[in-house]
């Protein structure tokens, strides 16, 4: 059994609630539960932390080293411009997927590069509240062929 850290950046403690035309209808706590289930039908276990701290999101990862074995982070807006993420997840060694509801590539300019990206192993983007169960099917075949 491993553990998959799932880490929420900051806003996200508000999906469903506004611009569901974007996001969806649903709360985070569905596509948590979502991403739990996966898991566990994999066999593995998921964790989530949600915060609107760059600092919490750093130390989760940092406190994941060696305990975890994969990573799902949907950074938020700190996708953009997060260069401490983004050192963070350099010095995680197992598998890391970049998961956001929407695809920030077809979006605004300044969503259109994400500065984590480059330190993860893929990227899930643009389909809603499903992502997170494609994530961690992402993680687990990533993990099968560890
Ligand atoms: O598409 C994604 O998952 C994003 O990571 C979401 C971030 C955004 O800054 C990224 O560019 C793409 C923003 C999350 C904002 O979440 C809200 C949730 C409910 C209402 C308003 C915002």
Known sequence: MAIILLL????????????????????LADC????????????HLL?????NHEGDLVDAIHRSRGRCAAIIV???????YSYAIAD??????????????????AREEWRRHSVTAAYVTGVVA??????????????????DTA
Do not use: M, W
């Open 8 to 27: 929420s950046g900051p806003n996200l403690n508000l999906l469903g609630e506004r611009e569901p035309q974007i996001y969806g209808s649903a709360s």
């Open 32 to 43: 948590v539960s979502d991403a739990s289930v996966a898991a566990e039908a994999r066999g």
């Open 47 to 51: 964790e989530h932390l949600q915060s």
């Open 74 to 80: 949907n950074p938020g807006a700190f996708s953009h």
């Open 88 to 105: 963070a997840l350099a010095t995680f060694d197992g598998t890391k997927v970049e998961l956001h509801l929407s695809n920030p590539s």
């Open 126 to 143: 643009g389909f809603g509240r499903a992502g997170y169960g494609l994530a961690v099917e992402a993680v687990c075949a990533s993990l």
